[in-house]
């Protein structure tokens, strides 16, 4: 039965497979952005430059409607562009602080520009893992529309938040940001919200100074020869490549190993006259930073990496650009 205290419906980012409709409580929506200010450091002007059809984008707006301050809107229209951004930037007039929120696409290609984010007390980026090199106001944010966004800053939960690494290494995260439940699936509710913690497809770890590091997506581990390989591991280290812009790591059936690794790499698009690295390349860069079983063993290059509208990586599209590559 759906609840009445229930104020937005806002889909998951689908990136293995059909979104959800999770379903957020004005008071989860209401912590989650007060707790985020405080952690901050206070109320200030936000530039919203996400679509308000994903949590990220909403919560700038409640974050602006709890600070009191009216946020500058990035039109995107046209997709997102670093000259757009820059002067979107220049329209922050509030004075106090400033802050935006991105995907570490958007980021990406705002150092890629050159482009001088000093201005910006904090810019909290999530969606994915960030490899590159950042400024010091960049927060690392992770988290789900079933956590009303992000709820661990740099490692560390927002007031309220409890994380708890479960068995096998699963993520479970409870308190008062947690969703009341998937709309019209109690099915799927019931095996992610459970005593009213969101359990997680997500592992993790603590690491020496209590900070939450996440090691990838349960359903995402590859076992080639029977060794375990998350796919975020091999992702977090293809994109420390100079030439690698973006990197999606999948397995696939193989009779041999059980699966195989396979990336999918595309090119830095401020590099775009430079191709990505070739399949040599890539295995030998894997090679002396993983293990055997770790290394793909097919490389895929492609002029852009399917992505969703959230910044992550469409592994339902990746999947299917690599079946067709093995039909071929």
Known sequence: MERDDVALVVPTSGSSGTPKGALLT????????????????????????????????????????????????????????????????ARLDAGGRRYSALVPTQLRRLLDAGVDL????AILVGGAALSFTVPPNVVRTYGMSETCGGCVYDGRPLAGVDV???AGGRISIGGPVVFAGYRLRPDLTAAALVDGRHVTADLGAWTADG????????????????????????EAVLSEHPLVGAVAVVGVPDDEWGEQVVAVVAGVEALAATPPPGPAEVRAFCA??????????????????????????????????????LAR
């Open 26 to 89: 004005a008071s989860a929506l209401l912590h989650s952005a007060r707790a985020t200010l405080d952690r901050l450091g206070g109320a200030g002007q936000w530039l919203l430059a996400m679509p308000v059809t994903h949590v990220a984008g909403l919560q700038v707006l409640v974050r602006s409607l709890v600070g009191g301050v009216a946020p500058v809107v990035l039109d995107l229209s046209a997709g997102f562009t670093a000259e757009a951004f820059v002067a979107a930037t």
């Open 118 to 121: 000093s201005a910006y007390d």
């Open 164 to 166: 708890v690494i479960g």
């Open 211 to 234: 900070r939450l590091e996440v090691r990838g997506r349960v359903d995402d581990v590859i076992v080639s020869g029977g060794v375990n390989v998350p796919a975020a591991m091999v």
């Open 288 to 325: 002396a930073r993983l293990e055997p079983a770790a290394v793909p063993r097919l490389v895929i290059s492609v002029d852009r990496l399917p992505m969703l509208a959230s910044g992550k990586p469409d592994r339902t599209a990746v999947r299917s650009l690599v079946a067709a590559h």
